[in-house]
């Protein structure tokens, strides 16, 4: 799980970010970045903690009052200075950083290099960029129109924050099936994956619900849906303490992880799974489709609760697919020398993002 934050007004935006990606660090992460305006982008991003980005910040003197920060948990692209976000557009014009998994982004890069756009890594949120990129060049549209048209070409999910060089008055923000929360101040303006960044600074908020897209300037905010028509949101009032926030108004931090499994199976099959049509997409597994239709035998490696997970799928391939299935705890497996044949697929799951 990433966590994406970003502020415009008049305060220093670095100390903001970096404040509000530390409230973040809860939700697990492997590097972390931030974009600030001040006449250009200054990105700065680095593996590892937030500490290390704050360091760096603080040695380059990065300032400017308008910016947004980012904490990775790798899925496209493993951990690197170069795969963090922010990523910049080809000619530095704007950086934007992502939540969330985008299904279709190998055809979109196949499509996209056809045209003649370059990569240097190779995460999914590149390929977003480079997307947007791609409309607006060919349209001329202003960046969020560009940003809007580019989304309705994206199968998957995506919480999104976008800053320009080209308008230092302006964010870009929009979600689907990643949250992201637009606190109001005076003045001033804050975004963030949850409200931990922004309590203490504001209790008044706008909860933006899936395809929705907000602009936000220092005199105001206006929310659209992905098809262009303007809505007219309500401002909450935030009643929790930033602790109660991060457990998510639950007495500890179990009950909360509990009563969120409905929303995170949920989450994790946006982009997978189209009942409307019973097809099945899992990027990762799609070109061995054929080797696993095939299988004798499943082998699936696993500690902790990834081997009670584990435990839960053996159950399901052998009643639904009646195809044999053993569970191993993974670091007993590494000692053993296993007899294993033609016909069986070994499946490995990590125990966090980060592992």
């Known amino acids: 799980m990433c966590g994406i934050v970003g502020y415009i007004g008049s305060r220093q935006a670095s100390d903001i970010l970096i404040k509000g990606l530390e409230r973040l660090e809860y939700r697990g992460y492997d590097s972390a970045g931030v974009a600030v305006v001040n006449g250009r982008l200054e990105i700065r991003k680095k593996k590892g903690k937030v500490e290390a980005l704050r360091s760096l910040l ?14 990775r948990w790798a899925t496209h692209g493993f951990p690197s200075d170069v795969n963090a976000h922010p990523h910049a557009a080809s000619d530095d014009s704007f950086a934007l950083v992502h939540n969330g998994i985008i299904e279709n982004y190998s055809s979109l890069r196949e499509k996209l290099a056809a045209s003649g756009h370059s990569f240097e890594t190779q995460t999914d949120t590149e390929v977003l960029v ?16 560009a ?3 580019a989304l309705t070409q994206v199968v998957g999910t995506y919480g999104i924050a976008i800053v320009t060089k080209d308008d230092p008055d302006l964010i870009i923000a929009a979600r689907k099936g990643s949250p992201l929360i637009l606190g109001v101040g005076d003045g001033e303006f ?26 936000i300037r220092r005199s105001g905010y206006e929310v659209r849906t992905i098809d262009n028509v303007v809505l007219d949101k309500q401002v909450h009032d935030l009643e929790w303490d930033l602790e109660q926030i991060e457990k998510g108004g639950y007495p500890h931090f179990m009950l909360k992880e509990i009563f969120e499994q409905p929303t995170a199976l949920e989450n994790a099959m946006r982009g997978r799974i189209y009942p409307e049509g019973n097809r099945v997409k899992l990027g990762g597994l799609i070109h061995e489709m054929d080797r696993i239709r095939d299988a004798k035998r499943i082998v699936i490696c696993a500690c902790g609760t990834s081997w009670h997970a584990a435990l839960v799928g053996e159950y399901l391939i052998e009643g639904l697919a009646r195809i044999n299935v053993e569970v191993e705890y993974a670091s007993e497996f590494r000692y053993r020398d296993p007899i294993l ?11 966090s993002g980060e592992t």
Do not use: C, M, W
């Not at 603080?58 to 904490?71: A, C, K, L, Q």
């Not at 804050?190 to 602009?215: I, M, Q, W």
């Not at 044949?341 to 125990?351: A, L, P």
């Open 130 to 145: 480079r997307l947007i990129e791609d409309v607006r060049n060919r349209t001329g549209l202003s960046l969020d129109e």
């Open 341 to 351: 044949g033609e016909g069986d697929i070994v499946f490995v799951i990590s125990q």
């Open 58 to 71: 603080e040695s380059d003197n990065v300032v400017g009052d308008i910016g947004i920060g980012h904490t």
């Open 147 to 149: 940003v809007r048209q």
């Open 190 to 215: 804050f975004l963030g994956s949850d409200a931990a960044p922004l309590v203490e600074y504001t209790r008044k908020v706008v909860y933006l619900n899936d395809g929705e897209l907000v602009l």
